[in-house]
């Protein structure tokens, strides 16, 4: 009698994603390049680490690399995850596939944070689009756990 057990992650989903806003971004500029742009803009220190990078496994023989870039507010709980979504023509979040990074901020005023920034990135030139994603419209949402 071999069954598979299912790991339930709908609780530590629901811990991950309380107190936070997600701001979806398209721009063609490399990662490194937008973090240098939004650093500049907003005074933040955004870093990758190649260790936090979120990975993916569609398949047993494929693995997908997405860059994840970190910023920790000092002096508070605010906490910044900016994800690059696309790595080799395979998008991280499928259902908004359409975009090239997502912006998660979490802390007590990450709602209005969010608001603030999306009408400020729309006046950086490294930036097409900046819209605030509902949660409730990504079916995904476990790829974006750390």
């Not at 690399?65 to 790595?87: D, G, I, R």
Request: a negative charge.
């Amino acid at each position: 009698m071999s069954g598979k057990l299912l790991l339930d992650m709908s609780a530590a989903t629901e811990d991950f994603f309380s107190d936070t806003a997600m701001i979806g971004i398209g721009s063609a500029a490399p990662g490194y390049r937008f973090c240098l742009a939004v650093n500049n803009a907003f005074d933040y220190s955004f870093v990758r680490e190649p260790e936090s990078d979120v990975e993916y496994r569609p398949a047993k023989d494929h693995v997908h690399f997405f860059s994840l870039y970190l910023y920790q507010e000092p002096h508070s709980s605010c906490k910044h995850l900016l994800y690059k979504l696309q790595s080799e023509k395979k998008a991280l979040l499928p259902e908004i596939k359409q975009l090239d990074y997502l912006w998660l901020i979490s802390g007590p005023d990450s709602e209005h944070d969010a608001h603030t920034l999306v009408a400020q990135l729309r006046n950086l030139p490294e930036i097409q689009l900046a819209q605030i994603i509902e949660p409730e419209r990504l079916k995904n949402l476990n790829h974006l756990l750390i």
